[in-house]
């Protein structure tokens, strides 16, 4: 099956710091979520971008599909964005399945 | 509307006992899926779901696991004479659809613990 590889695992930053997180992949895909899993478990969506850039805040996305790979940026990070993110894609590459995720990557964000 | 709930929040069971875990997706959604997060194996795929149908349940862990959808709607997931193993936070998803519409959304999860 497909595999995802996350990096860093573990990240810690002052608040303010700007941090990319990188999301590689082993074969296509048309459909790739990030996630925020928060302290008390929930994962929050962010973004489903399968190509492109899209920005949310403080928050962009960029995948490149044809090299296989995406990266989150979070900019002037803020305590509440502590937490393990993640990136999923389908479980078969077309996109009619469940999700494979990676191992997540653990952000602290210090006051 | 309201997210994908699921009940109960918690469960601690004994060894060897049935426990039934229930999803509700978001209203309109034709897709639903099971996953589990565990220390050891994190986040991992069970089974899916496009309307009733569950095209494939090789994820599904054991044949103790089951899962069933009736509606289109509510579907419960099923484990028999439960396992340490067992122990984790199940969790359920849904999407409007299968690719590509199928952005799926997760519900807060069911902590299962097997003592």
């Known amino acids: 099956g497909i595999q995802v590889e996350q990096s860093p695992p573990d990240l810690i930053l002052q608040e303010g710091a700007n941090s990319t997180l990188r999301c590689n992949f082993s074969?296509?895909?048309?459909?790739l979520q990030w996630f925020h899993q928060n302290p008390w478990g929930q994962l929050i969506n962010l973004f489903y971008?399968?190509?492109g850039t899209k920005q949310n805040g403080r928050l962009s996305a960029t995948t490149v599909a044809t090299e296989r790979y995406s990266l989150l940026y979070i900019s002037s990070s803020q305590t509440t964005d502590s937490g393990v993110y993640f990136c999923?894609?389908?479980?078969?590459?077309?996109?009619?399945?469940?999700?494979?995720f990676g191992k997540g990557t653990h952000l602290i964000i210090q006051p | 509307g309201a997210g994908v709930s699921q009940s109960p929040s918690n469960k601690v069971t004994e060894k060897g006992k049935d426990v039934e875990l229930r999803c509700d997706p978001i209203?309109?959604?034709?897709?639903l899926y099971w996953y589990r997060q565990s220390l050891g194996q994190g986040l991992e795929f069970l089974i899916y779901?496009?309307?009733?149908?569950?095209?494939?349940k090789s994820g599904l862990p054991s044949d103790r696991f089951s899962a069933e959808r009736t509606g289109g709607s509510v579907s419960t997931l099923t484990i028999q004479r439960t396992q340490q193993e067992d122990s984790a936070v199940y969790l359920c998803?849904?999407?409007?659809?299968?690719?590509?519409?199928?952005?799926?959304?997760f519900g807060p999860g069911t902590r299962l613990t097997v003592l």
């Open positions: 779901f496009q309307g009733n149908s569950a095209p494939d």
């Open positions: 998803a849904s999407s409007l659809g299968l690719a590509p519409l199928n952005e799926q959304f």
């Open positions: 999923a894609v389908p479980r078969v590459g077309g996109g009619a399945d469940g999700l494979t």
């Open positions: 209203s309109g959604h034709t897709a």
């Open positions: 971008i399968p190509s």
């Open positions: 074969d296509s895909v048309n459909n």
